[in-house]
């Protein structure tokens, strides 16, 4: 019996994980009514450094239906937050998140990842501006391929933007078990947001002029 090399078992393991990578990747059904640009956080190193873009495109918010709906999951589990966030209607995607393949790899690892964001709410506070984002999909935007694949089919992430006085925004990402109700803005947030690890630096938001709109 001839056996597979080794060399060629690495090559179909990695084949797999490329086509793993972009196994959910999201095709764009509507323009964005807005954009927030900002760089990935690796903090590998001994200090975080700035990685690669990571863009957020927004088709639409969710509606108080959907904001209850994540709210009454709050503290069931990641099953039922997973569910309650692939609950909507059918359609229901809010937007994407894009970040870049991962170079020097297969010509499919090496195409922009584009992810589905299933939830999205636009909250004032008396901080400033806060942008609570949900998907079913791990999110992981520096690592090699295999680092970006999680063993898991569905993951419910939060991601969790919050912007200051000088219009630039963190974002820091959880699981079902970071997610907190606040009753005060009415919708899911990131639990300890303080004494979390920011994943997104420096996001600053982009408004779509729609058509008719003065510059």
């Not at 509507?30 to 900002?38: T, Y």
Request: hydrophobic residues 40%; glycine residues 10%.
């Amino acid at each position: 019996m001839i056996r597979p090399s080794r060399g060629l078992f690495l090559a179909s393991a990695v084949a797999a994980a490329c086509l793993a990578l972009n196994a959910h990747s999201y095709a764009q059904t509507n323009p964005p009514i807005e954009k927030f640009l900002g760089s990935a956080l690796d903090h590998t190193g001994p200090k975080p450094i700035k990685g690669p873009k990571i863009q957020i495109e927004l088709e639409k918010w969710s509606t108080d239906a959907d904001a209850e709906r994540l709210q009454k999951a709050v503290g069931g589990g990641p099953d039922k937050l997973l569910a309650a966030v692939k609950g909507g209607p059918a359609g229901s995607a809010t937007g994407l998140i894009i970040s870049p393949g991962i170079q020097g790899s297969g010509a499919r690892a090496r195409l922009p990842r584009k992810q589905p964001l299933l939830f999205a709410r636009d909250i004032k506070t008396a901080n400033g501006r806060q942008i609570v984002l949900a998907t079913d999909e791990h999110l992981q935007f520096v690592g090699t391929v295999q680092e970006r694949i999680h063993p898991e089919n569905d993951e419910f992430t939060l991601i969790d933007i919050r912007f200051g006085k000088d219009g630039k925004g963190i974002a820091k990402m959880g699981l079902a078990n970071d997610v907190a109700y606040n009753k005060t803005t009415n919708t899911i947030e990131l639990a300890n947001f303080d004494k979390a690890t920011p994943a997104i630096t420096d996001i600053t938001a982009e408004k779509i002029e729609k058509a008719g709109e003065k510059k």
